[in-house]
């Protein structure tokens, strides 16, 4: 059978240009996390409809192909009728996180993501521009949100992986944005991807704000992405290694540090593995404390319960979404 085109709008999702106008004049930030499966989908949601916060869910090229595509378009249309049946009315934007090639963001538009993420921050500058040009000329015609990168972070996560961070230079984002026509722009200012992003026991480096700073003087009133942000929660990757898991050294972005880019041009904040971490912990204490169980949504809900804590705890004191839906 045929696989046929879908608008965003015919699932109830929104794209992302209202929610970051309202950040950027409410000086707070969009969430964006990453789910791969149903219980962090409903967790997420959850989360967000009882803080009443604006969410963006998004999905790498890996967990895209994990959920099966229909699948994941069915979920986001669910995930979109659960906030509506709770009697919320959240703006829920389906993103492409990290898309590598622009037949990937071509076919996620088609169908019926909101917003898509085209990552040619590996490639020259020239290249890069050309490529995520030729992604917003297409995903514009049907009112979806693009995203792109410059600076490269360090890190691993999914497909994405880098071993050296390069700052984004301020003095190339005003072409690059003139030229691509992109609606929001991820830079790299010391953040970076997975649990392992600064070396255990020795001070964590602070954020680039100078670049920040700079960026926003150059591109005033445009939104810009950070990703790689999560605080690596220490608390899960203590519960992880006291039950059998071995993460000596997981360190992350400490939450003070995000709370300032908040505050700033900064719209959005992409939050992954704090999300796999909270997880992974609950299930791992649930195996230990009851190792007879065989019962998944035993152990997935107690893991999903925990990410909705986790969730709002990010929208709350973190972010500054909560109640800006």
Known sequence: MEKQNVHYRDLGLSNTKEMFSKAMAGKYAIPA???????????????????????IIQVSKGARSYANETMLRCMAMGAVQMAREAGSNIPICLHLDHGDTFELCKSCVDSGFSSVMIDGSHLPFEENVALAKKVAEYAHQFDVSVEAELGVLAGIEDEVSAEHSTYTKPEEVEEFVKKTGVDSLAISIGTSHGAFKFKAGQPVPPLRFDILEECEKRIPGFPIVLHGASSVVQEY????????????????????????????????????SDGRLAVTAKIREYFAKDPKEFDPRKYLGEARKELVKLVKHKNETVLGSAGKA
Do not use: W
């Open 237 to 272: 990757v203590a519960l992880i290694n006291q039950y059998g898991g071995n993460l000596a050294g997981a360190v992350g972005i400490p939450e003070d540090q995000l709370r300032r880019a908040a505050a700033s041009a900064v719209c959005k904040i992409n939050i992954d």
């Open 33 to 55: 996390y990453n789910f791969n499966n149903l219980e962090q989908l409903q967790a997420i949601v959850t989360a967000c409809v009882e803080t009443n916060s604006p969410v």
